[in-house]
């Protein structure tokens, strides 16, 4: 079991498209995340994830975006990224849980059934959208449930993150661990996020993605102008 309690998660990941995809470097970030006090990492893709079991001992949330015509889903959508993830080792596998349309027309149940009778010992993280997505996931047996697709579907779009009401709903009425995902970046929310008693916290672009973090600072400098 992975021992993410109370503990700092930090993502590291550069998708296809972002200046550092490509470049072999996220377990530097890693390393450095854990220098600085990270408990957990959550990576993307296989090479940056065994990349980063070699360079960090502390567990690792895996996840594969992958996109396919069919469907919006794009974290772990199907059964060929969950086998994928499943050879790395990571200690917990993460897939989009919320109510949409799979590729190929999988089922999220298949596949959660799936990782549970070939890697018995991975635990498994839904990322959710809203409240019922978390229900649901929690009834299925997920291990943890995130606030990650908050505002990343149609249905929550334009809502804003972190939505502490939604993770205090989650963390007193659902069993599994819920993990608070998305929109922190600054310490005074990390605060709020943390009154509303989550398993752990995931923090990404606010650590790991030095774009996102220049353009936040440049808008500053466009709104003087």
């Given at each position: 079991?992975?021992?993410?309690k109370?503990?700092?998660?930090?993502?590291c990941?550069?998708?296809?498209?972002?200046?550092?995809?490509?470049?072999?470097?996220?377990?530097?970030?890693?390393?450095?995340?854990?220098l600085?006090?990270?408990?957990?990492?959550?990576?993307?893709?296989?090479?940056?994830?065994?990349?980063?079991?070699k360079?960090?001992?502390?567990?690792?949330?895996?996840?594969?975006?992958?996109?396919?015509?069919?469907?919006?889903?794009?974290?772990?959508?199907t059964?060929?990224?969950?086998?994928?993830?499943?050879?790395?080792?990571?200690?917990v596998?993460?897939?989009?849980?919320?109510?949409?349309?799979?590729?190929?027309?999988?089922?999220?149940?298949?596949?959660?059934?799936?990782?549970?009778?070939?890697?018995?010992?991975?635990?498994?993280?839904?990322d959710?959208?809203?409240?019922?997505?978390?229900?649901?996931?929690d009834?299925?047996?997920?291990?943890?449930?995130?606030?990650?697709?908050?505002?990343?579907?149609?249905?929550?779009?334009?809502?804003?993150?972190?939505?502490?009401?939604?993770l205090k709903?989650?963390?007193?009425?659902?069993?599994?661990?819920?993990?608070?995902?998305?929109?922190?970046?600054?310490?005074?929310?990390?605060?709020?996020?943390?009154?509303?008693?989550?398993?752990?916290?995931?923090?990404?672009?606010?650590?790991?993605?030095p774009?996102?973090?220049?353009?936040?600072?440049?808008?500053?400098f466009?709104?003087?102008?």
């Amino acid at each position: 079991m992975a021992n993410l309690k109370k503990g700092l998660i930090i993502s590291c990941q550069a998708v296809k498209g972002e200046p550092l995809y490509g470049l072999n470097i996220m377990h530097y970030f890693a390393r450095a995340a854990v220098l600085g006090g990270a408990k957990g990492i959550r990576a993307n893709y296989v090479s940056d994830i065994e990349a980063i079991k070699k360079e960090v001992n502390v567990p690792v949330i895996g996840i594969i975006k992958e996109v396919y015509d069919d469907s919006d889903i794009y974290i772990t959508p199907t059964l060929k990224e969950v086998k994928a993830l499943i050879s790395t080792g990571c200690e917990v596998i993460a897939l989009d849980a919320t109510n949409r349309k799979r590729p190929n027309g999988e089922k999220l149940e298949d596949l959660v059934k799936y990782i549970r009778d070939n890697a018995p010992k991975t635990e498994i993280m839904a990322d959710c959208s809203d409240f019922e997505e978390a229900r649901a996931a929690d009834k299925m047996g997920f291990d943890y449930i995130g606030t990650t697709m908050r505002s990343y579907t149609p249905y929550t779009a334009g809502i804003q993150i972190p939505d502490y009401d939604l993770l205090k709903k989650m963390t007193s009425e659902l069993n599994a661990k819920v993990i608070a995902e998305g929109g922190i970046w600054e310490t005074s929310q990390l605060e709020k996020t943390l009154d509303c008693n989550p398993y752990a916290v995931v923090i990404g672009s606010a650590v790991t993605r030095p774009m996102d973090i220049t353009k936040r600072f440049a808008k500053v400098f466009e709104n003087r102008e």
